[in-house]
């Protein structure tokens, strides 16, 4: 993947945001589409390593399109200037748990996971999940790779416990939160590009806990797949 050439196509479409720009430079846009579909396929051939559920995701369909969607928007912009992908078993745009990573037109590379700004029904089996067992939560966090690449959960949360929960509620400092997301954003990452799908997979390893996290909570607070880090570890063949 040409990354340079990619931030500099990303920069000049932020500079000239407009359809007939665009319908100039489509051929350079197209190569780099396709160069980030094959990207994005080593990407989830790696994290399939030991999550296996993400192999049945195609590159296109963890895409997103780089229009954007004006109808309510009172940015008309008409074109993102990022590229990025969403890889989720169930699609990209589900509202479950997914990888996610994207490139902007200044360079930043974002690496993140997990369930952001959920629709109220899958917020509140997250919640109720989290009241009837918080030490789940408690030990996905405590994984050693997460708490090294993330340190915790991104921290925008409700002044107040939402109803039906009280200070007293176990975990509430979580159930106060309005997502479940992880993320960083690596420096210096250029200087690294030809690593750069490994870095990527790594990363999401260390997600694994908050999304395998997720998927019990969503799947039911008695889930009986539920796997502690140490057995997540064994089994991703990572632990002794």
Known sequence: MDFPALITFLAALALHNDKPWFAEHRPTYERLRGEWLTFVGQVIAGIAQFDASVGVVSPKDALFRINRDMRFARDKRPYKTTFSAAICPQGRTSGLPVYYF????TGALLIAGGVYMPEPAILGQIR????????????ALADPAFAAAFGTLARERLKRPPQGYDETTPGIKFIKLKSFTAGCEPQDWLARR??????????CRALFPLIHWLRAALAGSSDPGYLSPQEVDRLAGLGA
């Not at 994207?102 to 037109?105: G, K, L, V």
């Open 102 to 105: 994207h490139i902007t037109e």
């Open 128 to 139: 109720q999940h989290i009241a009837k067992h918080p030490e789940r939560l408690a030990a």
């Open 194 to 203: 030809e690593h750069l799908a490994d870095e990527i997979v790594a990363t």
